[in-house]
């Protein structure tokens, strides 16, 4: 790709935006639930809860967790007995999600380093592909898409929980201000990191609308897709099926 990209609100290459993401969470990346509890309320980990609700992991499955990092989704799936897969294209990320596994004692994980646009798993190798709130910070979501759709079996599905733009009428315009004004000052009170969660905040703000990502689902193959609006579409579960 030659076009230039949003970082943010920057217009940069797309080489230089998967640069800057990754120094964005090497920065964040000791801090990063620490963050997600006080940027939400602690709501977060009700929203993971209800996503791997709706992935239903199994015992034996394969499942690919992209964007997985520190392994809040992951865990959630290893414990209910199905094999997950933690990828992640920063490497501080996985670092962290490792310690807190081995601290965990869990089982049933493997880790491993990859950029979700260009996967080197096989074909057709997982029962299951999730992405918690990593899509938006790929630099070519349509291309991690067509990815996720190959490495999934045939019957196999696609679940991914990310931040939308709610409908409810005043909420919106109260979680813009609240996003805009309190999530920067809190990173650099917290993680040190002012800039790095304003271009978080900027990433929701540039990320598709629910019918517009919807769309971009299923023109990667997926059929049978939907979506599940949490908050009125504060944040959203999308779905899809490899058929």
């Not at 709501?43 to 993971?48: A, D, I, N």
């Not at 965990?104 to 880790?111: A, D, I, Q, T, Y």
């Not at 769309?215 to 990667?220: G, H, K, P, T, V």
């Not at 579960?237 to 490899?242: A, E, F, K, Q």
């Amino acid at each position: 790709m030659s076009e230039q990209v949003n970082f943010g609100e920057q217009l940069v290459t797309p080489d230089e935006k998967t640069r800057r993401v990754g120094q964005v969470f090497s920065s964040v990346a000791r801090r990063y639930d620490v963050m997600n509890d006080l940027m939400s309320g602690g709501m977060h980990r009700l929203w993971k809860d209800r996503f791997v609700a709706r992935v239903k992991p199994r015992a034996g499955e394969q499942i690919l967790d992209m964007a997985g990092g520190t392994g809040d989704v992951a865990f959630r799936m290893a414990r209910r007995g199905a094999h997950v897969t933690v990828s992640d294209i920063n490497a501080d990320m996985l670092a962290v999600g490792m310690e807190r596994a081995e601290a965990r004692g869990l089982e049933n994980l493997s880790w491993k380093q990859e950029n979700a646009e260009s996967l080197s798993f096989p074909d057709q190798g997982f029962d299951a592909y999730t992405i918690a709130f990593g899509i938006r910070n790929v630099t070519d979501i349509p291309a991690a898409l067509r990815e996720a759709h190959r490495v999934l079996k045939h019957g196999g599905r696609f679940y991914c929980l990310e931040f939308s733009t709610t409908e409810w009428p005043g909420f919106g315009a109260l979680y813009d201000r609240y996003s805009e004004k309190v999530i920067p000052k809190v990173g650099k009170a917290v993680a040190n990191d002012e800039a790095s969660y304003r271009y978080l905040v900027e990433s929701i703000r540039r990320f598709p609308k629910m019918p517009e990502f919807r769309r971009m689902i299923a023109d990667a193959g997926f059929q049978r897709t939907s979506v599940e609006p949490i908050l009125g579409g504060l944040v959203a579960i999308h779905c899809g099926w490899r058929i």
